[in-house]
């Protein structure tokens, strides 16, 4: 029989909330309008889509004016990045593009993208943890002229944190701080940063809403060009008849999110701690990547296992019901060792014999030694198989 799938992977992506499902599909079944027609079912459907706007600024302390609805945050970054560095140019104030080595495909791709249309772009080195090297940050802030920096908050690959004070400290007039903050969204407490920044994303899927809704912060008095031409809606920006029952439903899944960090923060971190304690009594041999307790995303585990191959070791996790990511992201059809982990400094080799394992809740002790154990059965396994 086959062991019960350990979900260690919620990096990503959560299981949906039950209350943000209900919410969804109750108000999608009541909700037969059009948020932008006028007559009485299109005001309906307006109304629970702003209730929706006004809550999610009340907990993050955001104008809800401020707040774009997107299908998560791949579109949200883009949105930001694209956006801004157009409308400066078309505004005779073309951006330098800055950002750290850690950022997340959906950031790094549409800076390439400005890169092409010839924006120069410079990427801050990252340390072993994938932290931003304070003092390249720095020199890059204190350099005059208009730019945009884009900095994540945390990192889904390693759970390091970026210094997101040391930027908000460098901002001024001419710097557009944009802050993919996907991944702290219930697992820490809210940065008291993301005030600061210009715009910053954020992805229901990560913290129980249903998939395919997320938001673009965009601070007043920011002009961003839109992606797409259409009917205005969410002024403009993101243009598209908006879906109440995902606004809402995002509203729901971050306010229980939100109330529930504490909890997420203990019980992942005591999951991740009792899986390391198996793996030491039992000597395996292991690197870690992840910042130590406290100074980062407390769910998440970033180990590398010399010389194991990193497929092989990937599908034996799978065998064994352990719901993990590797260091390699599979992009067309080909793994690719992870971009990240590379610029941390691993080889090749050890960033495709890395394991990210990402706790979520119901955590605690005992998943975390359960996890321990397979994992540690498994490693066993591949060093014995290689023995001469
Ligand atoms: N940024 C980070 C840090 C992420 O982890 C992810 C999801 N892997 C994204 C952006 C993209 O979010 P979405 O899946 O909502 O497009």
Redesign the pocket.
Known sequence: MSPEVLHLDY???APPDEEALEVFLRTARALPGNPSSLHRLGRRARAVLEDAREEIGALLGTLPRELVFT???????NLALLGVARAARSLGTPLRLIASEA??P??LAPLRRLQQEGHPLELLPIGRDARVREEALAAALARPGPALLAL?W???ETGCLQPLGTAVAGLREDLHLHV?A??GFGKLPLAPELEAASTW?L????FGAPRGC?LLRVQEGVFLESLQAGGGQERGLRPGTECPAHAAALATALRRALERQEDFARETASAARALLQVLDREGVEYRSQHPPPGEGLPNTLSLSFPGTDGRALLLACDAEGLAVSSGSACASGAAQPSAVLLAAGLSEAEARATLRISFGRPSGATLGEEAGRRLATILRRSYEARKP
Do not use: F, L, Y
Request: without cysteine.
């Open positions: 990096n990503a992506g299908s998560g945050a791949t579109e949200a970054n950022e997340h959906s950031v994540q945390a990192g889904n993919d996907v991944q994303s992805s229901g899927h990560k997320g």
